[in-house]
C-alpha cells in the first residue's frame, strides 16, 4: 500500500454518546497500518475521527460500533480485499446506509478487481457513491492531498434522498458505458441511447395506465438485464421479490398501475412539467434494492449491529427506514417480520398506517410474530389496538402470545383496555371455579 508513517501521531476521538463525529473509520483489523496512517492524516487535518483500535468484540463492542455509525457525519470506508470480506465491516455498511450517511469508500483497489469479491448488496450501494480511489504510483502526499479535499466536498455536500440516486457506475470503465451490444441491454445509461424517455413510456406508452405484472417483469429484463448481472442478481426470483418490495406490491398482486409507477419514480410528487429521465426507473430500483438488502444485513439474527440499531432507531433520520420496516413486515423469514416489527416501535412513528400493519401481524401464523406485534403494540401505546389485543388474550393459543397481549393491554392503559380485561378476567375466573367444582365433585 505504500504506506509512511511520517505524520505526528494524534489520539482519536474518545467514543460518547453524545460525541458528534465527523468521521467514523470502518476497516478491517488486517489493514491496521493503512488505517492507523489515514487516521493520522484525518486527524491532522483538523477531522474528529471515531475508530475502534481497542476492542475486541462483546456487547460493548458492538453498542460502540453502532452508535458511532448513527452518530458520525461521514461513513469512512477502507475498502480492500479483506473489508469486502469482512461480516462487520459490511453490517457497518449496511447501517450507514439505511442511516442516511454520507459513505465514502477509500481504496487502493480497481474497483472491478475487487467487485467479484463483494456481495450483491455490498456492490449495490457502492455503486450509488463517490469513491476516493488512490493510485499506488503516485506519493504518499499527493494522494493524501485528494482524500482531504474528497473529506470536505462531502462535509459541506448536501445529502437528500434524491442526490445519493447519481450513477457513478464505479463497476463500469468508460468504455464499457458506451460500447455494449444493444442485444445485452436495451438501455445501459450509454450517451449514445436512442432511448431518451422513460421505462414506462418507452414500454407501454402514455396511454396506458395499468399493465399486467408479467409483462413489467419481463420489460425490466429485457432492459436491465446486464446491469442487473453485474450487481449479481442473477437469480429470476430475485428480480421479481426485489420488485414487489420496490413497488410494494401485496404477495397476489398481478398488476402494476401507472400511479404506482410514478409514486415510486418521484417519491416526493411529479409535477406536470417534470420529466422522467431515461435512466430514472433503473436508479430508483437500485436504490430501492440497496435499502431492502441493507435492512436485510442489519436486521437479521446474525448482525453484529442489530441491536444497537433497534435501539437508536429514533436517531435514524431517513424516511424510508419505517417504509422499508413497514415492508419487511410481509418477508417470507417470520424472524425478519418479528424484528421489523419491534423495530417499528422504536421508530417513534406510530400513524395510523403504521399500528395498522402491525395489529395484522396479531394474526400471523408464527407465534414469534404475533408475539412481538404485542409488544409493539404496547410500545405504540395505541388505543385503536385495545380490541384486536383484547381478541389476542381470549382466543390466542400460546400463553406467551396471550401475557404479551396482557403487558401491552397495561401499557396502553386507558378505561375501555382496563374495562375489556376485567371482562375477561372475571369469565376466566368463573372457568377456574367451574373446572375446581367439578374436579371435587368427581
Known amino acids: 500500500y505504500y504506506i509512511t508513517n511520517n505524520l505526528s501521531s494524534k489520539m482519536t ?13 470502518s476497516y478491517s483489523h488486517q489493514d491496521s497500518e493503512l488505517m492507523l496512517r489515514i487516521r493520522d492524516l484525518l486527524t491532522a487535518n483538523g477531522f474528529d475521527v471515531w475508530v475502534d483500535t481497542k476492542l475486541k468484540g462483546g456487547s460493548n463492542f458492538f453498542k460502540n460500533i453502532g452508535s458511532a455509525v448513527i452518530g458520525c457525519d461521514i461513513f469512512f470506508y477502507i475498502l480492500t480485499e479483506h473489508s469486502v470480506a469482512s461480516k462487520f465491516c459490511q453490517d457497518e455498511v449496511s447501517l450507514a446506509r439505511i442511516s442516511n450517511k454520507k459513505i465514502l469508500p477509500v481504496t487502493y483497489c480497481d474497483p472491478k478487481d475487487v467487485a467479484p469479491e463483494m456481495d450483491a448488496g455490498l456492490r449495490l450501494i457502492l455503486s450509488c457513491v463517490q469513491w476516493i480511489c488512490l493510485d499506488p504510483k503516485l506519493d504518499d ?16 455536500s448536501d445529502l437528500s434522498d434524491d442526490s445519493r440516486l447519481a450513477n457513478y457506475d464505479i463497476f463500469f470503465s468508460e468504455e ?38 408479467k409483462k413489467v417483469l419481463a420489460r425490466i429484463e429485457a432492459d436491465y438485464t446486464y446491469d442487473y448481472s453485474r450487481l449479481q ?16 406490491l401485496e404477495r397476489s398482486a398481478t398488476s402494476i398501475t401507472r400511479e404506482q409507477y410514478d409514486q415510486f419514480v418521484f417519491p416526493n410528487g411529479k409535477s406536470e412539467e417534470q420529466r422522467e429521465m431515461p435512466d430514472s426507473f433503473w436508479v430508483r430500483c437500485k436504490d430501492g434494492f440497496s435499502v431492502r438488502l441493507s435492512m436485510q444485513e442489519v436486521f437479521n439474527a446474525q448482525s453484529s449491529v442489530r ?49 395498522d400493519k402491525v395489529s395484522k401481524l396479531l ?19 395505541s388505543p385503536g389496538s385495545v380490541t384486536a389485543l383484547l ?22 392503559g386507558t ?10 378476567k372475571t369469565l376466566q375466573d368463573e372457568i377456574n371455579k367451574l373446572g375446581i367444582v367439578e374436579k371435587e365433585s368427581s
Not at 13 to 18: A, C, E, G, R, Y
Not at 310 to 315: D, T, V
Not at 369 to 380: D, I, N, P, Q, W
Open 233 to 248: 442478481f442473477e437469480e429470476a426470483w430475485a428480480l421479481k421479490a426485489l420488485t414487489f418490495w420496490c413497488f410494494d
Open 141 to 156: 502526499e499527493e494522494n493524501d492531498r485528494q482524500i482531504v479535499q474528497s473529506l470536505n466536498e462531502t462535509l459541506q
Open 13 to 25: 476521538v474518545p467514543f460518547t454518546d453524545s460525541t458528534k463525529f465527523n468521521v467514523m473509520i
Open 391 to 412: 381478541d389476542t388474550w381470549r382466543n390466542d393459543m400460546i400463553s406467551d402470545v396471550r401475557s404479551a397481549a396482557v403487558k401491552a393491554l397495561n401499557i396502553i
Open 307 to 355: 441491536y444497537d440499531s433497534i435501539q437508536n432507531l429514533r436517531q435514524i433520520k431517513n424516511k424510508r427506514v419505517v417504509v422499508a420496516l413497514c415492508k419487511l413486515l410481509r418477508d417470507h423469514d417470520p424472524n425478519i417480520r418479528a424484528v421489523a416489527c419491534i423495530s417499528l416501535s422504536y421508530t417513534g412513528n406510530s400513524s395510523p398506517a403504521t399500528i
Open 363 to 381: 394474526k400471523d401464523v408464527d407465534r414469534l410474530v404475533r408475539e412481538s406485534a404485542c409488544v409493539a403494540l404496547g410500545k405504540f401505546q
Open 176 to 213: 464499457e458505458s458506451v460500447s455494449f451490444p444493444r442485444s445485452k441491454s436495451k438501455f445501459l445509461r450509454r450517451t449514445n441511447s436512442l432511448h431518451l424517455v422513460g421505462f414506462w413510456t418507452r414500454n407501454f406508452g402514455d396511454s396506458e395506465k395499468r399493465v399486467e405484472l
Open 415 to 424: 378505561p375501555e383496555a382496563a374495562e375489556g380485561m376485567k371482562i375477561v
